[in-house]
């Protein structure tokens, strides 16, 4: 028996939409206009397409080199995050009844309530004294502080994996690092993903971290980047939103492609 | 078996020391610096606590902490309430499901800078040129530029862009509840209101406390919202905690005042997580 739909409450959730997507259409009008038509008004159609913006925004502010700044910081953070984490976190969670391994784990859950600027200081200025003022030394440091929230997501998932999979591979031999990599591993491939995609999200988008850290303007990031020309930006609104639109763009392809995959695993995630 | 323990050894240990030279040695660091006079460059002297007792003398400060505070906990309530909605909406049988569960989710997706620069254009050039066209003079004045009101427009863009977190959560706790329990209450006649307050809510409960901790300390460490919109402005009005210390300390040469700062900061945001969590697990218990 198939229940009839709601469609009041659908044509209510369609009427939301427009909340969201209000921000968005103005920014693609805004960036598709001249300065002259910005006396017009705003939420009228661009008389014509004018893409000359989106090449001015391109050569204006390096696109090219901080899209691939961006991105060589996310995927090697997100790799590097899944690999390491996952490891320190089956450590943990297969000795969590000793007192040693406990203490490690809320040593490390804890500092989840440490906030940023309190460490940011004196962070900037180690970092900068042991030259990872660059792209590396950011990429290090997400995947270290990354380790608060994951030890706690992946410790409870990998406490759920039943230990007899792994005795069997004990009996035969198999050191701890060969289970790990063979056994468990593959088994948290659902995990895996929840932790890859709030990563990438987060190390694509932060703000804060390039701002302090980096002192290279060629090191910047898209994020960073729109902060660095706001200045030059503010005579022209065009440009601006071209350039804006041209930031947020790689992430929407993405998530147009994988929306389904991308919003299932962060409602697993929050299950679990 | 002892190979084995020295494995997990190996596996935790050079994680242990990258995290205490990157996280907690700097937190240590912080704390010895906030009892110091120190600017950033040059000599410094212990001063006990002074540093503490002037935060609290502090225009500037007291005012970040009222803002803070005032952003962050209207935020959190309407992030909340909005999102359940949405949730509710999203997990009752509509058409498009997946289409508007997908748009829903998008502006979680977008550089909360990039959303601030946006949303600075709509209230300062898109609104107040719409309502001139429209003839509401009472929009027509740019909201971030009013000392008593941009407050608001920084809890709109914040908003805006939080909910769809939320709404997630929400929706996966929803996706808990079992079909069957409410089949057993509608034939018991229960009204869909009463249903939400006797069933639904009871069994999202613990995902209620998760968002509300959640939401609760990712508004009160705001910085990309403020550095977007208003700058801290207009004068200190609209400048948060997190976006202080990051002038103070790097720019105004007050690292020891700052990390003395930070430390009140950091209490403030232990305390309040683990009197919301006491108090909202207490009420999951109740019910």
Redesign the interface.
């Known amino acids: 028996m198939r229940k009839k739909k709601n469609w009041l409450v659908t044509s209510l959730l369609i009427i939301g939409t427009l909340l969201i997507f209000f921000p968005l259409y103005l920014t693609i009008n805004i960036a598709l206009k001249t300065p002259e038509e910005m006396a017009k008004p705003l939420l009228s159609l661009p008389d014509e397409w004018r893409f000359q913006n989106f090449l001015d925004a391109i050569e204006m502010t390096n696109f090219f080199q901080a899209l691939s700044n961006s991105f060589i910081v996310t995927f090697s953070v997100v790799v590097l995050t899944v690999l390491t984490n996952s490891l320190v976190s089956y450590a943990i969670a297969r000795n969590m009844h000793k007192k040693f391994y406990k203490g490690l784990f809320y040593y490390f859950v804890s500092a989840m309530f440490v906030p940023f600027p309190i460490i940011m200081l004196p962070l900037v200025r180690q970092t900068a004294i042991a030259g990872m003022d660059n792209l590396i030394g950011l990429i290090f440091l997400y995947i270290v502080f990354q380790l608060s929230f994951n030890v706690f997501i992946y410790v409870g998932y990998i406490k759920s994996i039943p230990v007899a999979l792994e005795e069997a591979a004990v009996m035969d031999g198999a050191s701890s690092w060969k289970i790990f990599w063979k056994v468990i591993f593959p088994l948290l491939s659902p995990m895996n993903a929840t932790v890859a995609i709030l990563t990438a999200l987060y190390a694509w988008n932060d703000f804060m971290l390039p701002l302090v850290i980096l002192t290279d303007p060629e090191d910047a990031t898209l994020p960073l980047v729109q902060y660095i020309f706001q200045s030059e930006f503010s005579t022209n609104y065009n440009l601006a939103f071209a350039s804006y639109l041209l930031a947020l763009l790689p992430m929407i392809i993405v998530y147009l492609i994988a929306q389904k995959w991308i919003i299932g695993n962060v409602t697993r995630g929050a299950v679990k | 078996m002892k190979?084995?323990q020295r494995?997990?050894?190996l596996?935790?240990i050079p994680?242990?020391i990258?995290?205490f030279i990157?996280?907690?040695?700097?937190?240590l660091?912080?704390i010895l610096?906030s009892f110091t006079n120190w600017r950033?460059y040059g000599d410094w002297d212990f001063i006990g606590l002074s540093n503490y007792v002037n935060v609290f003398k502090d225009m500037r400060a007291l005012n970040a902490y009222g803002f803070t505070f005032q952003f962050a906990i209207v935020s959190t309530v309407l992030v909340n309430i909005f999102s359940l909605l949405?949730a509710l909406?999203?997990n009752?049988?509509?058409?498009?499901q997946?289409t508007?569960?997908?748009?829903?989710?998008?502006?979680?997706?977008?550089?909360?800078?990039?959303?601030g620069?946006?949303?600075q254009?709509?209230f300062t050039?898109?609104l107040p040129?719409?309502s001139d066209?429209l003839g509401i003079q009472a929009l027509a004045t740019n909201i971030l530029g009013s000392p008593d009101h941009a407050w608001v427009g920084v809890v709109i863009m914040a908003v805006?862009q939080a909910t769809a977190f939320n709404t997630?959560?929400y929706?996966?706790?929803l996706?808990?509840v079992p079909e069957d329990v409410y089949e057993a209450a509608a034939i018991d006649g229960a009204s869909p209101w009463k249903r939400f307050w006797k069933i639904t809510f009871p069994l999202i409960a613990p995902?209620f406390t998760i968002n509300m901790v959640l939401a609760l300390?990712t508004f009160?460490?705001v910085?990309?919202h403020i550095?977007?919109l208003t700058g801290g402005g207009p004068g200190y009005a609209t400048e948060s905690?997190?976006v202080l210390?990051?002038r103070g300390?790097?720019e105004g040469g007050q690292?020891g005042y700052?990390?003395a700062n930070?430390?009140i900061?950091?209490i403030v945001?232990?305390v309040l997580?683990i009197i919301q969590l006491r108090f909202l697990q207490n009420r999951e218990v109740q019910q």
């Open positions: 190979s084995r494995a997990f050894l596996m935790t994680a242990v990258l995290f990157f996280h907690t040695f700097p937190l660091q912080g610096y950033g949405i909406g999203l009752a049988n509509i058409k498009f997946k508007l569960r997908a748009v829903y989710f998008l502006p979680n997706i977008l550089s909360i800078l990039i959303v620069f946006i949303f254009f709509i050039i898109f040129q719409f066209a805006w997630i959560l929706l996966a706790g996706q808990t995902f300390k009160l460490m910085f990309d550095i977007a905690i997190s210390i990051y300390g790097f690292f700052q990390s930070a430390v900061y950091f945001i232990v997580s």
